[in-house]
């Protein structure tokens, strides 16, 4: 098992989360960019979900949407840290995890919280494609709250 795959497999997740997070690092998602690279999608059809103007790729979707990113900054201030965001997936999850220092309860605590995201986030995003529900940043950040 590569470092990586330490930080997305967690006993406390269930397995289908951790299979998101494995393939959100590989870039493995059905997000748009991927199904056009597949010819499944027409190129047209590439853009967010949410509107906001960007290719919809697993970048944009965590890290960079106008819509989405902002969920990390309201998690950072419940949480109380402050950080930037790294370039690459990979380097948030590890900044994210290590932001509190300390034990290895507080890093496996910020891992869950970081795993709890990218599945509400993948949530919204389904639910924005496929049943053409959107929820507010609020509602978002709500879930990952009370799951926690």
Same mark, same amino acid.
């Given at each position: 098992?590569?470092?990586?795959?330490?930080?997305? %497999?967690?006993?406390?997740?269930?397995?289908?989360v951790?299979?998101?997070?494995?393939?959100?690092v590989?870039n493995?998602?059905?997000?748009?960019?991927?199904?056009?690279?597949?010819?499944?999608?027409?190129?047209?059809?590439?853009?967010?979900?949410?509107?906001?103007?960007?290719?919809?790729?697993t970048h944009?979707?965590?890290?960079?949407?106008?819509?989405?990113?902002?969920l %990390?900054?309201?998690?950072?201030? %419940?949480i109380?840290?402050?950080?930037?965001?790294?370039?690459?997936?990979?380097?948030?999850?590890?900044?994210?995890?290590?932001?509190?220092g300390?034990?290895?309860?507080?890093?496996?605590?910020?891992?869950l919280?970081w795993?709890?995201?990218?599945?509400?986030? %993948?949530?919204?995003?389904?639910?924005?494609?496929?049943?053409?529900?959107?929820?507010?940043?609020h509602q978002?950040?709500?879930?990952?709250?009370?799951v926690?």
């Amino acid at each position: 098992m590569d470092a990586m795959s330490t930080f997305l %497999w967690h006993k406390q997740v269930p397995a289908k989360v951790s299979v998101l997070a494995w393939r959100l690092v590989r870039n493995r998602l059905p997000t748009k960019d991927n199904l056009v690279a597949h010819h499944i999608i027409h190129p047209d059809s590439q853009f967010c979900v949410t509107g906001c103007g960007g290719l919809e790729t697993t970048h944009h979707l965590l890290l960079s949407c106008l819509v989405f990113a902002p969920l %990390w900054r309201l998690v950072r201030a %419940w949480i109380g840290i402050s950080t930037t965001d790294p370039n690459t997936l990979q380097d948030h999850l590890v900044q994210f995890t290590y932001s509190v220092g300390g034990s290895q309860s507080r890093r496996s605590f910020m891992q869950l919280i970081w795993l709890c995201c990218i599945w509400v986030v %993948w949530n919204e995003r389904n639910n924005r494609v496929f049943k053409a529900k959107e929820a507010t940043l609020h509602q978002i950040s709500s879930v990952v709250v009370v799951v926690q």
